[in-house]
C-alpha cells in the first residue's frame, strides 16, 4: 500500500500523539484541562491546537499549500509566540511529526526503499512548514512590540495633538 | 558533534517545572509577565510604605528588615476585619472546579493561575502561621514557612489576577478569588510592592482628581476637541458646562475616554445624548476620575480616592450623580462608595428629569449608570432613533466583569444596543454574560510592558469574538468599560484584525438624530454612512 494512504488511515492515532508531543511542553496539571479538545470556547488552547494540528497533518500529506496552511499554523503558533518559549522551544512541536509519522509507518515498510524516499519528501515539506511557521512566530513577535509602541502613542495623541505637536490631516 | 541541546530537549527541560511541586520552586520572573514596579514618588505622595527604587526582577527589594512580622501581622488584622477572608482561607475542599476556569490559566497553562492554587499561595501561609495542625505538622498540613521567594511568588501572581470573579461562578463554595487578591495586594502594598501603572495613576488621582493627572485646562481642552469634532459631523455646537453650582446633575466618568480613542468617541456620544435631552449636568474638573485604582491598592486608598466624588456633588449642591461606562468604577460605586464616604443624604433619590422614572435601586447611593439611565429613555420612547446609521457595523457584545458578573447589568446595555443597532450577534453562551471571559487588563494591567500576559489572559475572549468574526462577519465589539476600550484594541488587533471596539454611547450618537442637525455623511470617527457609501459607489 501507498505510505500516504497508509499514514492517511492512522490519521487519529498520529495526530493524537503529535498533539500530546505538543502537550509535553506544557505542565503536566495543566494537560488534563487541555485535553478537552470539543470545548472551543472554554478550553480555546487544546482545541485551537488539535484542529490546527489536523489540519498541518492533513495539508502535509497533501504537498502542502501555502495558503491551506496559514491558518492552522496560525491557531498554534500565534499563541505559542506570546507564552515563555524561546522560538526553537515554540516551534519544535513540528519536528515532531517527522518521528511520529517514521514510528506510523511501523516495520512493515522499512527498509523499502520507496517508502524510505516518501518519507524523505515528506521531510523536507515538514521543513518547509517549519520555516512558514518560523516566519509567522516572527510576523507574532514583530506585532507584540508595535502593539506595545502604539499603546504608548495612542495615549498621547490627544495631548500631542492639544500641544499642536500633530498637524490636522487636511483634504 | 555540537553538543548543543536539540530544540525539542530544550521544550521539555525548561517549560516544565522540577519535581519539586510548585510550594518549593521558587518562581521565575519572565519578560512580558509583570509590570515595571511602583516608583518611589507616587507611593510617598500618598504616604504608602516603604518608597524607593526598585526591580521586580532584581533580587534584592530592598524590603523593611522586619518585613514578615509586617506581613503576618497584616494577615492577622484582615482575618479579624473581613470575615469573607476568614472564610475563604478555610472552606476550599480542593474540588477543582475552578481550577480550569480562569483566563489566564487557559492562556498560561501555568497550574499557578488556577484560582484554587492562586488562593493557595497566601492559604499555606495561613496555615503556618495561624492554625494548629500548620504550626505542629507544617507541610504535612499544607503550610508553609513565609519567605522572600514565597513573597515574590504572590507578587507575581497576585498581579496575575484580574480579579473578574469567573472562577467563583464555579465554586460550589462561593469562594471568591477576587477578594483574596484584593487581600493579597494590600498585603503587597504594605511593603511598597506595587507595579507603577496603578501607583502612578494613584497618586495622580490623590493630587489631580484623575488617574491621568489632567489639570482643569487639559480637561477643558480636550473636550473642546471633541466638541469640534461633533460640529463636524452634526453642524451642531454643543456648550458644555464644568463646575457649574446648582446643576441638577453632576456627570463622573473615567477620564481614561478622555484622551485615548476609542474611548473619545464615547465620550462624544455622552455630550451629544445630554445635549439633545436639555439635561441639566455638569462636568467637574476635580471629581475628574470615575474609576479608582486605589481600589487595587487597598480599602484605605480606594475610599481616600472616591471621597471626592460625594463631596464635589455636595459642594455644586447638584441632587444626584450620572456616571459613565466604565467597569471597576460601577463596581467601586455601587459596592462601596456608600458604606465608604455615605451616606449622601444630601443628595436626593435619582429620577430621570426626562422620563420622571425614579431608580429606586440607586436610593441609598444616589448614582445611575448611563447604561440604565439611557435604557430609561428608550424604554419611554424618548429618543428619535435611525440604527441604519450604523449598518456598516456588526456589533457583539463583551460583559465587563465588574458591570456583568459583579454587578449583574446583563440587559440594559442589550437593549440599547439592539435599539441603535440591526445588526447585533451574541458571542457563545460559555463566554457572555456571568460567565464572560475577562479583557485580561483589567485591575490595572493594562500596561504595555506586561503585553505578552496581556495576549494570554484576553485569549478566551478573542477567541470567542474570532469565531463571531468568521462566522458571522462581526466587525465591530461593544462594552460598556473605559478599561476594555483601551485593552481590547491591542488584543483585537493581534487575535482578530478586522474587529474594532467601542464603547456603547458612541453607537447611541450616531444612531440618535438631533434636533436640528444637519444631514450626516459621517459616522462619530468620521467614516461615511452606509446610506453615503452606498451612493459614492453607485456614482
Ligand atoms: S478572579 Fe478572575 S483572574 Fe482572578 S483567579 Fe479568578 S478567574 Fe482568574
Ligand atoms: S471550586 Fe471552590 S472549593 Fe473547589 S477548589 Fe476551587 S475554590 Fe476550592
Known amino acids: 500500500m501507498d505510505l500516504k494512504e497508509i499514514l492517511r488511515q492512522k490519521r487519529e492515532d498520529i495526530v493524537d500523539r503529535w498533539f500530546e508531543a505538543i502537550l509535553s511542553s506544557y505542565h503536566e496539571d495543566a494537560r488534563g484541562p487541555m485535553r478537552r479538545t470539543q470545548a472551543q470556547f472554554t478550553n480555546p488552547v487544546g482545541f485551537n491546537f488539535r484542529e490546527g494540528l489536523e489540519g498541518l497533518f492533513d495539508a502535509v500529506l497533501q504537498g502542502m ?16 509566540a506570546v507564552q515563555d518559549f524561546s522560538p526553537s522551544q515554540s516551534l519544535s512541536f513540528i519536528f515532531e511529526l517527522k518521528k511520529i509519522l517514521r514510528a506510523a509507518a511501523g516495520a512493515e515498510l522499512s527498509g523499502d526503499p520507496e517508502t524510505a524516499d516518501e518519507l524523505v519528501r515528506l521531510d523536507g515539506v515538514i521543513d518547509d512548514l517549519a520555516l512558514f511557521a518560523f516566519d509567522l512566530h516572527m510576523e507574532c513577535r514583530e506585532k507584540i512590540y508595535a502593539l506595545k509602541a502604539q499603546e504608548a502613542r495612542d495615549m498621547t495623541f490627544r495631548l500631542l495633538q492639544k500641544a499642536q505637536l500633530i498637524a490636522e490631516h487636511q483634504e | 558533534m555540537s553538543k548543543l541541546p536539540k530544540p525539542a530537549e530544550l521544550a521539555k527541560v525548561s517549560y516544565q517545572l522540577p519535581k519539586t511541586g510548585w510550594m518549593d520552586t521558587p518562581v521565575e520572573f519572565k519578560p512580558g509577565m509583570f509590570c515595571h514596579g511602583s516608583k518611589p514618588k507616587s507611593l510617598e505622595l500618598v504616604g504608602f510604605p516603604n518608597p524607593r527604587e526598585w526591580r521586580p526582577a532584581d533580587a534584592d527589594w530592598k524590603l523593611p528588615e522586619n518585613w514578615k512580622e509586617i506581613i503576618i501581622e497584616g494577615i492577622a488584622d484582615r482575618l479579624k476585619k473581613y470575615r469573607s477572608f476568614r472564610l475563604f482561607m478555610d472552606i476550599c475542599v480542593r474540588c477543582g472546579a475552578c481550577a480550569d476556569k480562569c483566563h489566564f490559566f487557559i492562556g498560561t497553562g501555568d497550574p499557578r493561575n488556577m484560582p484554587v492554587l492562586r488562593a493557595e499561595l497566601i492559604r499555606s501561609v495561613y496555615r503556618k502561621e495561624f492554625t494548629t495542625a500548620g504550626k505542629i505538622l507544617g507541610k504535612m498540613a499544607g503550610g508553609r514557612e513565609l519567605t522572600l521567594d514565597v513573597l515574590k511568588e504572590w507578587w507575581y501572581y497576585f498581579y496575575q489576577c484580574t480579579e473578574c470573579r469567573r472562577c467563583s461562578v464555579f465554586c460550589p463554595y462561593g469562594i471568591d478569588q477576587a477578594e483574596i487578591t484584593i487581600i493579597g495586594r494590600e498585603l503587597l502594598n504594605l511593603l511598597g510592592l506595587n507595579i507603577e501603572w496603578i501607583a502612578g495613576p494613584v497618586s ?3 493630587m489631580k482628581g484623575n488617574h491621568l493627572g489632567l489639570e482643569p485646562h487639559t480637561i477643558v481642552g480636550n473636550l473642546e476637541y471633541m466638541l469640534d469634532d461633533i460640529e463636524t459631523v452634526t453642524g451642531k455646537r454643543i456648550k458644555p458646562t464644568f463646575n ?11 477620564s481614561g475616554d478622555l484622551f485615548a480613542d476609542p474611548g473619545t468617541y464615547t465620550a462624544m456620544g455622552y455630550l451629544m445624548l445630554f445635549e ?3 439635561l441639566d449636568y455638569t462636568w467637574s474638573t476635580y471629581a475628574s476620575e470615575g474609576g479608582n485604582f486605589g481600589f487595587f491598592t487597598s480599602n484605605e486608598m480606594g475610599k481616600r480616592l472616591n471621597s471626592k466624588i460625594y463631596a464635589e456633588a455636595k459642594r455644586l449642591g447638584v441632587k444626584w450623580i450620572l456616571g459613565g461606562e466604565c467597569g471597576h468604577m460601577w463596581r467601586v460605586l455601587s459596592q462601596y462608595m456608600d458604606t465608604w464616604n455615605g451616606p449622601a443624604d444630601f443628595l436626593e433619590v435619582p429620577k430621570s428629569p426626562i ?3 425614579v431608580f429606586e435601586n440607586a436610593k441609598s447611593m444616589k448614582m445611575v449608570h448611563v447604561a440604565e439611565f439611557t435604557a430609561d429613555l428608550i424604554k419611554n420612547n424618548k429618543l428619535k432613533l435611525d440604527p441604519s ?9 463583551h460583559d465587563s466583569c465588574n458591570v456583568a458578573r459583579g454587578m449583574g447589568m446583563l440587559e440594559e446595555p442589550r437593549y440599547v444596543l439592539k435599539s441603535v443597532v440591526n445588526n447585533f450577534v ?8 456571568e460567565k464572560t471571559f475577562c479583557c485580561g487588563s483589567g485591575t490595572g494591567l493594562n500596561a504595555s510592558e506586561n503585553m505578552e500576559l496581556r495576549m494570554k489572559g484576553g485569549f478566551p475572549r478573542a477567541n470567542a469574538v474570532k469565531y463571531v468574526h468568521e462566522h458571522h462577519g462581526v466587525n465591530m465589539l461593544g462594552n460598556v468599560c473605559a478599561i476594555d476600550r483601551a485593552s481590547l484594541k491591542a488584543l483585537m488587533e493581534y487575535w482578530v484584525p478586522g474587529v474594532g471596539v467601542c464603547g456603547l454611547h458612541e453607537l447611541v450618537a450616531n444612531a440618535m438624530i438631533m434636533t436640528g442637525e444637519k444631514e450626516r455623511t459621517t459616522d462619530l470617527r468620521g467614516e461615511p454612512l452606509p446610506s453615503v457609501a452606498a451612493k459614492e459607489e453607485k456614482a
Open chain 1, 65 to 80: 499549500l501555502p495558503d491551506t496552511v496559514t491558518g492552522f499554523l496560525d491557531a498554534i503558533v500565534r499563541l505559542r
Open chain 2, 204 to 206: 495622580n488621582c490623590y
Open chain 2, 244 to 254: 457649574r453650582k446648582g446643576a441638577e446633575i453632576l456627570f463622573v466618568t473615567p
Open chain 2, 276 to 278: 439633545e435631552l436639555g
Open chain 2, 355 to 357: 422620563t420622571g422614572t
Open chain 2, 389 to 397: 446609521r450604523n449598518d456598516h457595523l456588526k456589533v457583539t457584545w
Open chain 2, 426 to 433: 451574541e458571542m457563545p453562551e460559555d463566554t457572555i454574560r
